[in-house]
């Protein structure tokens, strides 16, 4: 039975504290449930608003890739510096210690080979499967102007109404086509099309022109993709530009972990997000982290 014997008095009521309502950290998720924002939460930092996600999950249409030949070796090291890991379950249930306490992403389509058309995706992943797994979102690709265009943006519909049914953030990931021009026009096009039908936040590239109206034009938060593997130097200058044109954070796979130093370069690409620190800057302290070889080690 409880104990109920000499209960104190209630008094501390702050009547001079206006109560805190609270506006939620995440573009246009204000008035998305506690569930729903306690996983956006997960994925971007209530400091500084942005996100630090290592994309890892490039083997669900390509097998090995080059970095990612030993997920356990190259990447759980990195884990400490990530606010967020996008990857795949089998990934995730044989190789990511469950103790990693910040973001999952997880990848939610797939389905073709790099053999075939890429656009011929379904969900790969059932809503269940990803709350067992006690992940902060899932991500679909999109390919508006693609050959499956339609069924990948039914794909995205889908997992939208399950993630909302299950409290569970969708990211689209706007993939471009090998023959589609990669401009800010594009852009606007398919993030705007991933948010207008649900998508709690967007992976897109960044175009050097007009990346601002890619931001603007979007009422959710665009998360930059790193693409392929570029210097170091042209890597954190795209990261500056992105997040000072608006961008929520990076989501980064080759030009974190093919880099010379994968640990120097996520601590200086979380500097950039962050603290916006100078591209420059930012190369200087890789440079300085990869001769010390700080950060590495799990
Ligand atoms: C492709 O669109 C996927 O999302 C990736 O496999 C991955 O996230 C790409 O990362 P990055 O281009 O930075 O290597």
């Not at 009547?15 to 950290?25: C, M, Q, R």
């Not at 102007?145 to 990931?173: C, K, W, Y």
């Not at 601002?212 to 954190?236: F, N, Q, R, Y």
Request: aromatic share 6%; with cysteine.
């Amino acid at each position: 039975m409880a104990d109920t014997d000499n209960l104190k008095d209630t008094k501390d009521y702050y009547l001079d504290v206006p109560a805190k309502g609270g506006s939620f950290h995440v573009k246009g998720a204000s008035a998305l449930d506690w569930g729903m924002q306690n996983r956006l939460a997960r994925v971007f930092r209530p400091g500084s608003g942005r996100t630090v996600m290592l994309a890892i999950d490039h083997g669900y249409f390509q097998g090995p890739t080059a970095g990612l030949e030993r997920v356990d070796v190259t990447i759980v090291p990195l884990l400490a510096h990530a606010d967020a890991l996008m990857c795949t379950r089998g990934i995730l249930r044989t190789t990511i210690p469950a103790a990693f306490a910040n973001g999952v992403v997880l990848r939610a389509s797939g389905g073709p080979s790099i053999l075939k058309e890429l656009s011929n995706e379904q969900i790969a992943v059932d809503i269940e499967d990803a709350t067992r797994l006690n992940v902060s979102a899932v991500a679909v690709q999109v390919f508006v102007g693609g050959e499956f265009e339609t069924q990948s943006i039914h794909n995205l519909t889908r997992l939208v109404d399950a993630g909302l049914r299950h409290g569970v953030p969708v990211m689209g990931v706007t993939a471009v086509g090998k023959d589609m021009v990669r401009d800010a026009r594009y852009f606007r096009l398919a993030t705007r099309i991933c948010a207008e039908l649900g998508a709690q936040f967007v992976k897109t590239y960044y175009v050097a022109e007009d990346f601002e109206t890619v931001t603007a034009s979007c009422p959710v938060p665009i998360v930059m993709a790193g693409g392929k593997k570029l210097p170091e130097l042209d890597a954190l200058t795209m990261a500056y530009r992105a997040v000072s044109e608006g961008a929520a954070g990076v989501d980064m796979g080759r030009n974190i972990f093919q880099s010379d130093a994968p640990a120097a370069m996520i601590q200086a690409v979380g500097r950039v997000v962050h603290e916006r620190m100078k591209p420059e800057q930012a190369y200087d302290l890789y440079q300085t982290l990869k001769r010390e070889k700080v950060g590495v080690g799990a």
